[in-house]
């Protein structure tokens, strides 16, 4: 069973992640900020992580360097969701080592589930 590890402070939204997920097999975890994430990180490794960008404590952009700089880490595919859809923010987001960007407000769970099985092939 492939473990997604999701960053998402919207408790409507991590929870429809969760629920859809779960259904698809996966063993899912919610981390509902930056440092939570970085914490669970420690003792727990996915094979995924989907990460938001606007978060309370430490952005994304933070933690998706502090993950790329990490050797136990950095090997994780990282997918940003973020409502940041403009061109720079997609940029900065690929350029710091995220695999893919997906605009939350662009996107279906399904399309989200056949991205992340796209990476964990």
Do not use: C
């Amino acid at each position: 069973m492939s473990k997604i590890l999701i960053a998402e402070d919207d408790k409507f939204l991590s929870s429809a992640y969760r629920v859809k997920l779960a259904k698809e097999g996966f063993e899912v975890k919610i981390a509902e900020n930056g440092t939570d994430l970085l914490e669970q990180l420690k003792t727990y490794t996915p094979d995924l992580i989907i990460l938001d960008l606007v978060m309370p404590n430490k952005d994304g952009f933070e933690v998706l360097k502090e993950i790329k700089a990490n050797d136990k880490w950095k090997m994780i595919p990282v997918i940003i969701a973020s409502n940041l859809g403009q061109k720079d923010d997609i940029d900065q987001g690929l350029a710091l080592g995220a695999n893919d960007y997906i605009v939350k407000t662009d996107l279906s769970l399904s399309g989200l589930i056949a991205k992340i099985k796209t990476y964990l092939k």
